[in-house]
């Protein structure tokens, strides 16, 4: 199957600081990306849809000011959480599809856990 | 809008059959996914189904009753690699996205 590759896998970032996570699909283009989010034995709840060249499309609830997605080219999608503060500590994961079709397959990436001392 | 309703957690043992029930409610139906997550780990695939009745995989097998908005995974000859948390998933229309259920956890005991 196609493959998602989504880096760092973990991290541990001060208060108040920004992180950078990236999400590449390594050998298809993605026109869509998708990013979840991921509390301690829940489910994944859907944070913003990325569509390359266009501005992502947040979910009702999520801050678009303060979790900036750009997807840059048909292959990398990156998701900026700013000024982050504990509570936006959890696992953030992206999901790729390599078609178009509504019984296309969804590819995740490893996950980046994420914690805000 | 959707929602996927599963059971919280179920247990098991080695060697057992284990059924993982997802009820739906969407506006607009494009078929329905399973996935598993083991803890840490990202969700892979594991089966759709866009019409009603079986498909089987291996071990794995998953129904679909469209009339009854509702659908199971089946796993049989369990092992103690397949504990983990099993999601059933549906795209909304033009599958811009994909909502995942409540998830199950799975716990497979010797």
């Not at chain 2, 794995?60 to 092992?79: A, I, M, P």
Request: contains cysteine; hydrophobic residues 35%.
């Amino acid at each position: 199957g196609a493959v998602v590759s989504q880096h760092p896998s973990w991290v541990i970032c001060k208060s108040g600081t920004s992180v950078k996570i990236e999400c590449r699909s390594l050998d298809f283009q993605a026109t869509t990306m998708f990013w979840y989010r991921q509390f301690p034995k829940q489910s994944l709840m859907l944070m913003a849809t990325s569509n390359e060249g266009s501005k992502a499309t947040y979910e009702q609830g999520v801050e678009k000011d303060k979790f900036l997605i750009n997807h840059a080219s048909l292959t990398l999608s990156t998701l900026t959480v700013t000024s982050a503060h504990p509570e936006d500590s959890s696992f953030y994961i992206c999901s790729a599809r390599e078609g178009s079709g509504v019984n296309t397959e969804a590819f995740f990436g490893q996950g980046t856990r994420l914690t805000v001392v | 809008g959707q929602s996927l309703e599963q059971p919280s957690e179920v247990t098991a043992v080695e060697g057992a059959i284990v059924q993982i029930n997802c009820t739906y409610q969407t506006s607009g139906f494009y078929g329905l996914s399973w996935y598993q997550q083991h803890d840490g780990g990202a969700p892979t695939f594991l089966s759709y189904n866009a019409l009603d009745g079986l498909e089987e995989t291996g071990r794995f097998s998953s129904f679909l009753s469209r009339s009854d908005s509702y659908g199971y995974l089946l796993l049989q000859e369990l092992q103690m690699k397949d504990s983990a948390s099993y999601f059933c998933a549906v795209p909304n229309t033009g599958f811009q996205k994909l909502v995942f259920g409540t998830g199950t956890r799975l716990l497979v005991s010797p």
